[in-house]
């Protein structure tokens, strides 16, 4: 029984495309195949934002086509929850009132994240306030 990109773990994922087994475009587009498939009935994610993450996966493919240094998580999608910022996107903290709330620059965890390789998916649900 062959896996499905998606089903692999990020440093699974991140192995695959150091060795040029996988594209950082093809693992990009199983997640957002399995996301499309599975989140209309979990409501995992708030957000998907299919176009940036597919065009942050070519250049990843390119800079790595161009023999660049790859960074631990090079290629490999991930999500961020709502309570983060994220530049460009609403920082909602779970609540729908916060729509507009538009970050005007990244966390230093999605800073971290960026510079480290990985590919934003998409963002997560919180419960309202991110409390529970």
């Known amino acids: ?14 192995a695959r495309i150091a ?8 693992v990009t587009e199983s997640v957002l195949a399995r996301i499309a498939e599975a989140n209309p009935q979990v409501n995992a994610l708030a957000s998907v934002s299919a176009e ?3 065009r942050a996966a070519d250049a990843a493919d390119a800079a790595q086509a161009r023999g660049e240094a790859l960074g631990p998580l090079h290629g490999v ?18 609540v729908v009132a916060f729509k507009d709330n538009i970050a005007t620059s990244d ?3 999605v800073q971290s994240m960026r510079e480290a390789g990985a590919i934003i998916v998409g963002r997560n649900n919180a419960p309202a306030f991110s409390l529970r």
């Open 1 to 14: 029984m062959t896996q499905e990109l998606w089903q692999l773990s990020a440093t699974e994922l991140a």
């Open 52 to 54: 940036s993450a597919l």
């Open 77 to 94: 999608p991930v999500t961020i929850k709502v309570n983060i910022d994220v530049q460009g996107e609403a920082t909602t903290d779970g």
């Open 107 to 109: 966390s230093p965890l």
């Open 19 to 26: 060795r040029r087994e996988s594209t950082a475009r093809g």
